[in-house]
Structures are given as structure tokens and as C-alpha cells.
């Protein structure tokens, strides 16, 4: 929703312009860009026609503005009058009308859940939905909603603490076994603290006003085989607490992981370095008394305010580098997370992002992602097709499985650039390959210098076929995608054409 075209890339041509399939970007009129609308937004200009009054709108009423120049839509209980931002929106009118006139929550959730409507339409608010009357006789009012739905899913977990003189731990049982230190998230800030477990498709929250103050540090153990969290606070003084805290939004629930809201923190710039001529290796610290560890696979979002409006991109960290699992973990809790970031001249959000200055804070959110780590488990070829910055998901996942999967034989990255000088970490993946006889790698430049050598061109069956060697005919086999929309689609398809089966593919998309 928030990517907006600009002129100058991709070429007028170019495939990236518009995806081959699925949800793509609608090239937009002159004057419509992202930026455009923040300045329509900024004019004072009337956009829902109410001249400032908030509504309660029923459902009938929400029915009535079903048309591009008068097309109200919900959001969470709120209603918004898109009307004037049709011409702005990158996936099209069509896409917003499918909306029109009805609770569009489910629709934006599956497109971009993560974009900041609130920010973004915040003077095409027309009001709040009106409460519902009193239900017929066997519906389920929401709260019973949510109720019977996470009965359908994971057992909900729940919460206990305890104290000695000095020290307060919470504990949250889980109920499941494959929990680990990437599935719980704490944030402590001024009265919040915040533990946020994931569980499946699931979140379970602790958030309390702490009655007590508590040292700026914390740690978090993970007893694994019976599902236990223990985040052991220190006490600031060794008194008695009576009680915890005071209940927060949200407190103690169990609901679907679609259903939250993405939770954010202010991470500081500790480093920037370039890469390539293009990409640079940004380093965020976490703040002060934060938990957080982004799963493999999974990104997150990075939020900037950009002219007075709040704008949310998706980037995967990655790590310092090809090598740096393989050595001693500098500090014992991670508290920097490392991106891959191309800036693009004529792009909305990285040049922001590239004005920082070392110092600065930019948002980051919660992980969100469906990689799963168990993919990886008992493989024995991992093969991998990235596209430019379709890198970035690999690296962990290279680092990863090289060194926790001892069934692994090999593992081959097909890397697609434009030049030699797009290439990320080439000299980095060329070591790589030199020390572990397992990694193989190889580059094909759709637009190489004549001295290029190597391989040359786009994704195609010939490629695939060629790279795809399983190293037996039963060998355990898994193939992540990442680049551009098209690429990633049009070699989803190949791969199911030459045979592939759909849990031998992970494509990494938004
Ligand atoms: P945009 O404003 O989106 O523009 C990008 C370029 O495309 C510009 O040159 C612009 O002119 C052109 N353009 C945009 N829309 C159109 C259009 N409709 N028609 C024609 N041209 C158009 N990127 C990374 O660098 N590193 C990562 O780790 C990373 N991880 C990601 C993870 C996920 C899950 C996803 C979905 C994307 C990821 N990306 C990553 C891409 C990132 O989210 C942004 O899309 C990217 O940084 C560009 O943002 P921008 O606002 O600067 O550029
Ligand atoms: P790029 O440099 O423009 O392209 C990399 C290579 O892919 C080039 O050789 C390019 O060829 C080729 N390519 C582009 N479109 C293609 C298509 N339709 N079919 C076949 N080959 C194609 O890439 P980039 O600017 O780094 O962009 C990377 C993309 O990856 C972005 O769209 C980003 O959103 C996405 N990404 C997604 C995730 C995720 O997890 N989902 C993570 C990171 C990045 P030509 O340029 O010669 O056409």
C-alpha cells in the first residue's frame, strides 16, 4: 500500500512494475504519489466531507457509500472515507472497491496488515461503528468470538510469579515444546512491562503496570522440554511486592496473532557501512531492558515519521556476517539487529533511512514471518534462489543450517544481480564456499560487463534444472525463493513444473 512510484526504476518496462499474478502495484498518475498525498492530507482540505465532526455509523449507512467518489470502508471498528484516496492507492481503485461499503478488516489483513492506516488516513476518518444491538439467540457476541476461536487452536498458556529478597520472576507455562528464547518478547518502558509469547499462529500477553521499580536488566531462560518462560526481574529495593502490578490493555489474553496490533520499539543507529555501491549494513541497538530475537526467516517492520506521517517498511535482519555464527557470541543477549538495506535514490522510505544519522532512533516492530524453523530439520539439500536484496532472508538461514542441521549435505545459492558490483557479500560468500565444501555458490547477472565470465541472464527452467542436482533421488530437499514479486512467482512456477512439491518450496514474500 505505501510503495509509490516515482519515474526513474524500475524501467518503464520492467517487470517489477507490475506483478505477473496475485496482488500488484498499479502504476499511479502524476501527482499521486505517497508523498503527494501527505501534502493533500497536511492542506486543511476537508477529506471525508463531515468538516471535522466524528459519526457513529451503522451498518446500513456503511452500506449506503459503496461508490469510488462517495466509498466509505471499515477498519476495526473504524470508518474511513477512501474516496479521496483512490487515485493514491498503489494496488488500484479496483483493489480498494472490493471493499466499498463493508468491513474491509480481513481484506487489508491479508494484504498489508502492517501498514499504519491510522497515520496514513487519519483525516479520512468519518467515525466509529455504532455498537451492535444485542445479538439474535445463537450468535456469539466478539468476546465469545475470540474465546471459541483460540479454543480451536494451542491450549492457552498462563502466568505465575514469585519472589525472594532481591529478585521477582514471572513465569509463563506455555504448554507447548517447541518454545525457545525467539518466542517470547519483553519490553520494559517507564510503567509498561510487556511479555508477548508466540505460540503458533497465536499471542499470549503479560502486560502490566509493575507495582514496584526494577533494575534496567533482565534475563530470560527457557526450559524447553516443558514449555517454561522464566523472566527474572531484579528488584530496585529489596522490599516485599503484594501484588505484581496493575493489569494493562490486553493483559493475560490469548488471541490470534492477526488480531494484535504490531507492538513497536525505538532502536538506536549504532553503525552504517556500505556494502555495495547501493546497499548499506545498517546496526540498530535495542533499547534498554528489551528481549528480542528475530526468528530465522521472519522480518520485521521499520517505521519512520516522514513529513509528520508515520511510514512502515519490511526488512529481514540478518547478521553482521556470513561468519559471525560461527564465532563465540560477543555479549549474552543480543541487543543489535542487523539490515541489508538497499537505498533507492528515487524510493519513499530508504532515503530517509540513509539520512540518519549515527544516533538517531527508528521503529522497529515484532517479528512476523511464516518461515518455520523445523523446515530444516533432517535436510539434506538446501537450495537457494535470491534476487538483489532477495538475499537477506538467506543469510540466516544459510548460517543456520550449515551449523545446527547435521543431516545437511549441501547447500547452493543461486544468486541473481544486475552486475558484478550489485552483488552482496560476494567476496564473504566465495570464502564461504572455499571453507565449507558444503556451500556452493554461483552468480548470474542479467546485465554483466563483457569481461563477466560467469553465468548470465533470468530465472529460467534451464537454470533450475541444472541447479536443482539433489544429491540422491530420496535426499530430504527444501528451496527458498526471495527477490522481486515476479521473480519469486515466476520461479514458483518452475519449480512446480519441474516437479517439486509444495513442502519442498518456501517462497519468502510479505
Ligand atoms: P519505494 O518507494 O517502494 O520504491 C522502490 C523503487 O521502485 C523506487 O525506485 C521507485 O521509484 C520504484 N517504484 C515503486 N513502486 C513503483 C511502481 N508502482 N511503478 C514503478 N516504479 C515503482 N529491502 C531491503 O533492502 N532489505 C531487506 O532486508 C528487505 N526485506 C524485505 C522483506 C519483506 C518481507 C519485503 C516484502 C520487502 C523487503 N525489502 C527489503 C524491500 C523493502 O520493504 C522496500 O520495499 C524497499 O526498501 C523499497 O522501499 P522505498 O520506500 O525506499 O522504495
Ligand atoms: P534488482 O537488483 O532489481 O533485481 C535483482 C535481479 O533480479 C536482477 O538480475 C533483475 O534483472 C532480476 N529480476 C528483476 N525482476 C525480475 C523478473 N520479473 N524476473 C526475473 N528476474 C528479475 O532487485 P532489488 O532492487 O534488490 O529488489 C529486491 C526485491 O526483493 C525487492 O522487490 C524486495 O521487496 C524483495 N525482497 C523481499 C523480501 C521478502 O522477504 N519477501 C526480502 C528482501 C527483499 P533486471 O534488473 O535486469 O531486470
Known amino acids: 500500500m505505501l510503495n509509490v512510484p516515482s519515474q526513474s526504476f524500475p524501467g518503464p518496462s520492467s517487470q517489477q512494475r507490475v506483478a505477473s499474478g496475485g496482488r500488484s502495484k498499479v502504476p499511479l498518475k502524476q501527482g499521486r504519489s505517497l508523498m503527494d498525498w501527505i501534502r493533500l492530507t497536511k492542506?486543511?482540505?476537508?477529506?471525508?466531507?463531515?468538516?471535522?465532526?466524528?459519526?457513529?455509523?451503522?451498518?446500513?449507512?456503511?452500506?449506503?457509500?459503496?461508490?469510488?467518489?462517495?466509498?466509505?470502508?471499515?477498519?476495526?471498528?473504524?470508518?474511513?472515507?477512501?474516496?479521496?484516496?483512490?487515485?493514491?492507492?498503489?494496488?488500484?481503485?479496483?483493489?480498494?472497491?472490493?471493499?466499498?461499503?463493508?468491513?474491509?478488516?480481513?481484506?487489508?489483513?491479508?494484504?498489508?496488515?502492517?501498514?499504519?492506516?491510522e497515520s496514513m488516513l487519519k483525516e479520512c476518518l468519518v467515525g466509529r461503528m455504532a455498537m451492535k444491538p444485542a445479538l439474535p439467540k445463537?450468535?456469539?457476541?466478539?468476546?465469545?468470538?475470540?474465546?471459541?476461536?483460540?479454543?480451536?487452536?494451542?491450549?492457552?498458556?498462563?502466568?505465575?510469579?514469585?519472589?525472594?529478597?532481591?529478585?521477582?520472576?514471572?513465569?509463563?507455562?506455555?504448554?507447548?515444546?517447541?518454545?525457545?528464547?525467539?518466542?517470547?518478547?519483553?519490553?520494559?518502558?517507564?510503567?509498561?512491562?510487556?511479555?508477548?509469547?508466540?505460540?503458533?499462529?497465536?499471542?499470549?500477553?503479560?502486560?502490566?503496570?509493575l507495582s514496584h521499580e526494577i533494575q534496567e536488566?533482565?534475563?530470560?531462560?527457557?526450559?524447553?522440554?516443558?514449555?517454561?518462560?522464566?523472566?527474572?526481574?531484579?528488584?530496585?529495593?529489596?522490599?516485599?511486592?503484594?501484588?505484581?502490578?496493575?493489569?494493562?490493555?490486553?493483559h493475560n489474553s490469548f488471541i490470534p496473532k492477526k488480531d494484535t496490533g504490531l507492538?513497536?520499539?525505538?532502536?538506536?543507529?549504532?553503525?552504517?557501512?556500505?556494502?555495495?555501491?547501493?546497499?548499506?549494513?545498517f546496526c540498530l541497538m535495542l533499547p534498554p531492558s528489551t528481549h528480542l530475537q528475530v526468528p530465522v526467516?521472519?522480518?520485521?517492520?521499520?517505521?519512520?515519521?516522514?513529513?509528520?506521517?508515520?511510514?512502515?517498511?519490511?526488512?529481514?535482519?540478518?547478521?553482521?556476517?556470513?561468519?559471525?555464527?560461527?564465532?563465540?557470541?560477543?555479549l549474552p543477549n543480543n541487543i543489535y539487529i542487523y539490515f541489508l538495506i538497499k537505498i533507492y535514490p528515487a524510493g519513499f522510505f530508504t532515503p530517509e533511512l540513509d539520512q540518519l544519522q549515527i544516533g538517531d532512533y527508528v521503529s522497529v516492530s515484532n517479528p512476523e514471518g511464516n518461515f518455520i524453523?523445523?523446515?530444516?530439520?533432517?535436510?539434506?539439500?538446501?537450495?537457494?534462489?535470491?534476487?538483489?536484496?532477495?538475499?537477506?532472508?538467506?543469510?540466516?538461514?544459510?548460517?543456520?543450517?550449515l551449523t545446527n542441521i547435521p543431516s545437511l549435505r549441501k547447500v547452493k545459492l543461486m544468486f541473481f544481480n544486475k552486475t558484478e558490483d550489485d552483488i552482496i557479500w560476494r567476496s564473504q560468500l566465495e570464502k564461504l564456499a572455499f571453507k565449507d565444501k558444503r556451500f556452493e555458490v554461483e552468480f548470474v547477472l542479467s546485465a554483466p560487463t563483457s569481461e563477466w565470465s560467469g553465468k548470465q541472464g533470468y530465472i529460467s527452467p534451464a537454470l533450475l534444472s541444472e541447479f536443482l542436482r539433489r544429491s540422491s533421488d530420496t535426499s530430504k530437499v527444501l528451496i527458498c525463493l526471495c527477490g522481486p514479486t515476479p521473480f519469486t512467482e515466476q520461479g514458483m512456477k518452475m519449480l512446480h513444473d519441474l516437479n517439486f512439491s509444495k513442502d519442498e518450496i518456501h517462497s519468502f514474500t510479505a
Request: with cysteine.
Open 373 to 401: 524453523i523445523s523446515q530444516l530439520q533432517e535436510l539434506e539439500d538446501l537450495f537457494l534462489l535470491a534476487a538483489g536484496t532477495g538475499f537477506t532472508p538467506m543469510v540466516k538461514v544459510l548460517n543456520y543450517a
Open 138 to 209: 445463537g450468535m456469539l457476541p466478539q468476546s465469545q468470538v475470540t474465546d471459541t476461536l483460540a479454543k480451536e487452536g494451542p491450549s492457552s498458556p498462563s502466568y505465575d510469579w514469585f519472589q525472594t529478597d532481591s529478585l521477582v520472576t514471572i513465569v509463563i507455562y506455555t504448554k507447548q515444546k517447541d518454545i525457545n528464547l525467539d518466542s517470547v518478547i519483553v519490553d520494559h518502558r517507564d510503567d509498561s512491562f510487556r511479555a508477548e509469547t508466540v505460540i503458533k499462529d497465536y499471542s499470549y500477553l503479560v502486560h502490566v503496570a
Open 297 to 330: 526467516g521472519q522480518h520485521v517492520y521499520l517505521k519512520l515519521p516522514i513529513t509528520g506521517t508515520e511510514i512502515v517498511k519490511p526488512y529481514t535482519p540478518v547478521s553482521d556476517s556470513l561468519f559471525s555464527e560461527f564465532k563465540e557470541p560477543v
Open 43 to 117: 492542506s486543511g482540505k476537508d477529506l471525508t466531507g463531515l468538516k471535522g465532526r466524528l459519526i457513529e455509523v451503522t451498518e446500513e449507512e456503511l452500506k449506503k457509500h459503496n461508490k469510488k467518489d462517495d466509498c466509505w470502508i471499515c477498519i476495526r471498528g473504524f470508518v474511513y472515507n477512501v474516496s479521496p484516496y483512490m487515485e493514491y492507492h498503489p494496488g488500484g481503485e479496483d483493489e480498494l472497491m472490493r471493499a466499498a461499503g463493508s468491513d474491509g478488516t480481513d481484506l487489508f489483513d491479508q494484504v498489508h496488515r502492517w501498514v499504519n492506516y
Open 263 to 281: 507492538f513497536y520499539r525505538k532502536c538506536q543507529l549504532v553503525s552504517k557501512e556500505d556494502m555495495t555501491h547501493d546497499t548499506k549494513l
Open 217 to 250: 536488566d533482565f534475563s530470560v531462560l527457557v526450559v524447553e522440554n516443558v514449555g517454561k518462560i522464566e523472566i527474572v526481574l531484579k528488584k530496585k529495593e529489596n522490599t516485599s511486592w503484594k501484588r505484581l502490578g496493575h493489569p494493562l490493555e490486553n
